[in-house]
T-cell receptor, first 115, second 114 residues
Framework: EAGVTQFPSHSVIEKGQTVTLRCDPISGHDNLYWYRRVMGKEIKFLLHFVKESKQDESGMPNNRFLAERTGGTYSTLKVQPAELEDSGVYFC?????????????FGPGTRLTVL | AQSVSQHNHHVILSEAASLELGCNYSYGGTVNLFWYVQYPGQHLQLLLKYFSGDPLVKGIKGFEAEFIKSKFSFNLRKPSVQWSDTAEYFCAVRTTSGTYKYIFGTGTRLKVLA
């Protein structure tokens, strides 16, 4: 079974540019989460999808961040325009459901550097 | 607000030494508890989890953790570490309602000297 995949693994952009990160969850997992780790700090929740619907966007930093999950499959996270403080590692995770004994499975992360 | 504290940011041990990584959380309700590990160049992997029942939980690779409700703690232990345990370790709490998002600690970088 393939795990959670993310693309690209690294991205270096200049301030003001746009970047789109992609996450492919484990097949059949309805729940998809985005997290971000700024250097030296904790991994922080950004948002949660159930299928194509956003369930919780409380962690999104501001309106420069836009997440979508077309057809309830893969998800994209767009940052437009990027700022220096957006640098960090963006993790995607998926789970079979939210409750019970199902943990979240994480992707390898996308390291974003904004210059 | 809910939070997770990992007291040790960097730990250096020799092989065969015992390991204990501290994790405390602040949340008054029912939680699920997790330890994840990220080996160099790899993704986050689940080491162990606690949902209910026996507060002493055994995970993969000889790791265990003990949930002490009165102390809001979930410390990770391993009696004898190996060089291959060099990694970053994350404690996480998940609420049992709402979105079930994880709240992570800042992580502990463990380096095991051969």
């Amino acid at each position: 079974e393939a795990g959670v995949t993310q693309f690209p693994s690294h991205s270096v952009i200049e301030k003001g540019q746009t970047v789109t990160l992609r996450c492919d969850p484990i097949s059949g997992h309805d729940n998809l989460y985005w997290y971000r780790r700024v250097m030296g700090k904790e991994i922080k929740f950004l948002l949660h999808f159930v299928k194509e619907s956003k369930q919780d966007e409380s962690g999104m930093p501001n309106n420069r961040f836009l997440a979508e999950r077309t057809g309830g499959t893969y998800s994209t996270l767009k940052v437009q325009p990027a700022e220096l403080e957006d640098s960090g590692v963006y993790f995607c995770a998926s789970s079979q459901d939210r409750s019970g004994y199902h943990e979240q499975f994480f992707g390898p992360g996308t390291r974003l550097t904004v210059l | 607000a809910q939070s997770v504290s990992q007291h040790n940011h960097h730990v250096i041990l020799s092989e065969a030494a015992s390991l204990e990584l501290g994790c405390n959380y602040s949340y008054g309700g029912t939680v699920n508890l997790f330890w994840y590990v990220q080996y160099p160049g790899q993704h986050l992997q689940l080491l162990l989890k606690y949902f209910s029942g026996d507060p002493l939980v055994k995970g993969i690779k000889g790791f265990e953790a003990e949930f002490i409700k009165s102390k809001f703690s979930f410390n990770l232990r391993k009696p004898s570490v190996q060089w291959s345990d060099t990694a970053e370790y994350f404690c996480a709490v998940r609420t049992t309602s709402g979105t079930y998002k994880y709240i992570f600690g800042t992580g502990t970088r463990l380096k095991v000297l051969a």
